[in-house]
């Protein structure tokens, strides 16, 4: 079965700083997303992308954070400078349809762990 | 708007024995439900999803769901629990084209010898 591919699995970086987490998602796929779970607690919907642009975000998803498809392939979540809160799981997902809908199936990575120390 | 509880955090069952993890939601709008499975360092992995037809949808693994609209639930089962369903199962509901998912809080579970 295709896979969407997250990269890296953990990493580990200083209050302040600057991360991007990498997705390549499934090759067809037209609709790109971001989640995150707290340790602990509920996976949390980021913000999803389509036609290269943001077509919804939660309010978790403000100024500090940006997404990017810089190529036909990549799919990148950056955030600019980094709080002890953000430490989480951040996945990556993608589908053909926009999510919800009949007959599509949302494909979620093995997830990037982000360490803020 | 959608909203999704799920009962017990943490379900223990012994290997062999009937899963029954409880998942109920609110919707505004018909909704579509799903469930996923997530094993230790690993990602989301969709179990099963209901979005119309029959009510009794069953997933990979052995696993079903039944959806009661009265009831407003969409409980996890599976007859015979196998030690390697020992995870965390997430209940998700969405309302459609251009309403994301709203994930529940997650039930591990525990499969004992």
Known sequence: ????????????????QEVILRCVPISNHLYFYWYRQILGQKVEFLVSFYNNEISEKSEIFDDQFSVERPDGSNFTL??????????AMYFCASSEARTG???EKLFFGSGTQLSVL | AQSVTQLGSHVSVSEGALVLLRCNYSSSVPPYLFWYVQYPNQ???LLLKYTTGATLVKGINGFEAEFKK?????????PSAHMSDA??????VS???GQNFVFGPGTRLSVLP
Do not use: N
């Open chain 1, 78 to 87: 950056k955030i600019r400078s980094t709080k002890l809160e953000d430490s």
């Open chain 2, 43 to 45: 990602g989301l992995q």
């Open chain 1, 101 to 103: 809908g009949a007959g």
């Open chain 1, 1 to 16: 079965e295709p896979e969407v591919t997250q990269t890296p699995s953990h990493q580990v970086t200083q209050m302040g």
């Open chain 2, 87 to 92: 995870a965390e199962y997430f209940c998700a």
């Open chain 2, 95 to 97: 309302g459609g084209y």
């Open chain 2, 70 to 78: 009265s009831e407003t639930s969409f409980h996890l089962t599976k």
